[in-house]
């Protein structure tokens, strides 16, 4: 075991014998002030069409207006796109080597007033819980993450190493105008040894009992292919066997019988051993027959038949838009599909499209890529460890346990640039009633408080291992 990791053991053991006696939720200074930063925050429009400029400054005026030196707050937007501004803060440690990154978007996506019942960019409280577009995804974490940092700073801790914090643009619009820029033109001030990304982990709750803070290690290859065939079209009153629009549908047909194999990965295999641990029964049981070599088709089969532990267990693709025809009175001369697909990190775009082709069995439907894929490695599941003593610290008892995430977050950049990069985050939401992205996005006022302390804890210790 490196160096690094013996201490972060250490850290690990005296975080664990501390917490039980620290109280759950911050000094009410610093819940309140990170309520006020919410708050603001909620209020900046920061979706895509309106950008994250606004939102960057604000936060730099925060980390000022705390004491941070100028030098270490730096706003920073590419030339051709003012409006996506980001913004890098760094609290110095007693080393610059080896310093701690956090991601932490600052974009949301769309939200219509006429869809929810409060105006989704005014933070409101109502019968515990806090109203707002990115309450939950992702304005709550930044600003606990914003608040832990000037805690740490108004407190004078010194950590071993710099905490830096990357507050950026363009995470939900999927463009290059956050961290994968600042990791291009500024890599200097973000250059890091570990990365924590909150927006990647998951801290589930379900009908109100506490289940696990998943700590996401690797995520799956995100890419999309185009399904199309021509004919030559006519008049709609001359049909002829040829319709482009008939034949992409049988084609979609067979493409949604196909099933991926099973594939488990360092990270998916330790999340089902770890997962089993919380469930019972035939759940508990299948969980633990899929480690097996070979795992049991039955358990398999089960598995494969819920959303949630299926995409955990292969790579998916699903037809997500489709589009044919020019008029009502013609016969279509295109027809076209749209196939978003997640893939298993080790699996490549090639062999993903050449199941599309062998299932869609069609020589006449062509298949083309849309948006390629951007393979990143897992990273090791070594800092489980801390997380586990931080974790347990405010919730004994909750279990930690690897996740690959099926989605796309920014991590996907930075482990691409050697970083090994986690999702972690402590705001318990509702696996039931999940919002982020809907309507009536909330947070619970009792999760955001706790979610602002587990925050400044796990910075902490963080910056002692780097």
Not at 23 to 50: G, V, W, Y
Request: proline share 5%.
């Amino acid at each position: 075991m490196s160096r690094l990791w013996l201490a972060l053991a250490a850290v690990s053991a005296a975080i664990g014998a501390q917490g039980q006696t620290s109280a759950p939720r911050p000094p009410q200074k610093f819940e309140s002030l990170a309520r006020d930063i919410l708050s603001e925050l909620i209020a900046i429009n920061s979706t895509h069409a309106r950008g994250t400029t606004v939102a960057a400054k604000a936060v730099a005026a925060r980390a000022l207006a705390a004491g941070f030196p100028a030098a270490d707050v730096a706003v920073l937007a590419p030339d051709d796109h003012p409006e996506a501004g980001n913004v890098v803060v760094r609290l110095r440690g007693r080393t610059s080597e080896r310093p701690v990154l956090y991601i932490c978007h600052l974009d949301v996506v769309e939200a219509r007033r006429e869809d929810w019942n409060f105006d989704p960019f005014r933070l409101t409280e109502q019968d515990g819980w806090l109203y707002g577009r990115g309450t939950i995804d992702m304005k709550g974490q930044d600003s606990a993450v914003l608040t832990s940092l000037i805690r740490l700073k108004q407190e004078g801790v010194v950590a071993a190493h710099d905490i830096i914090v990357a507050f950026t643009a363009d995470e939900e619009s999927r463009g290059s105008n956050g961290v994968e820029w600042l990791l291009k033109a500024h890599r200097d001030r973000v250059n890091a040894a570990v990365v924590v990304n909150p927006d990647g982990g998951e801290a589930a709750l379900k009908q109100g009992r506490k289940l696990y803070i998943a700590v996401q290690t690797s995520e799956k290859m995100f890419l999309t292919f185009s399904l199309e065939t021509t004919d030559k079209g006519g008049h709609s009153s001359r049909p002829t066997a040829e319709n482009p629009i008939y034949r992409l549908a049988a084609g979609l047909d067979r493409l949604s019988k196909l099933r991926f194999p099973v594939h488990l990965t360092e990270t998916t295999r330790l999340y089902f051993e770890r997962r089993a641990s919380i469930e019972n029964g035939q759940v508990q049981s299948d969980m633990r027959a899929i480690l097996r070599t070979p795992p049991d088709p039955g358990a398999v089969e089960r598995l494969s038949s819920v959303v949630e532990t299926n995409i955990q267990m292969r790579t998916t693709c699903t037809t997500t838009m489709i589009d044919g025809g020019h008029a009502e009175n013609a016969l279509p001369q295109r027809a076209r599909a749209t196939v978003q697909c997640r893939a298993i990190p080790g699996e490549s775009q090639d062999s993903v499209a050449a199941a599309i082709r062998a299932a869609v069995d069609d020589p006449k439907i062509t298949l083309s890529v849309l948006t390629p894929g951007k393979p990143a490695p897992d990273s090791a599941s070594k800092v489980l460890t801390l997380v586990e003593s931080v974790t347990h610290s405010m919730w004994p008892g909750v279990v930690v346990l690897p996740e690959m995430s099926p989605g796309a977050t920014d991590s996907i950049y930075t482990r691409g640039a050697g970083l090994p990069s986690y999702g972690i985050d402590g705001m318990f939401d509702d696996l039931d009633d999940a919002r982020a992205h809907g309507r009536d996005e909330r947070i619970g006022v009792a999760a955001f408080g706790e979610e602002i302390e587990f925050t400044y804890r796990l910075m902490k210790a963080m910056g002692e291992v780097g």
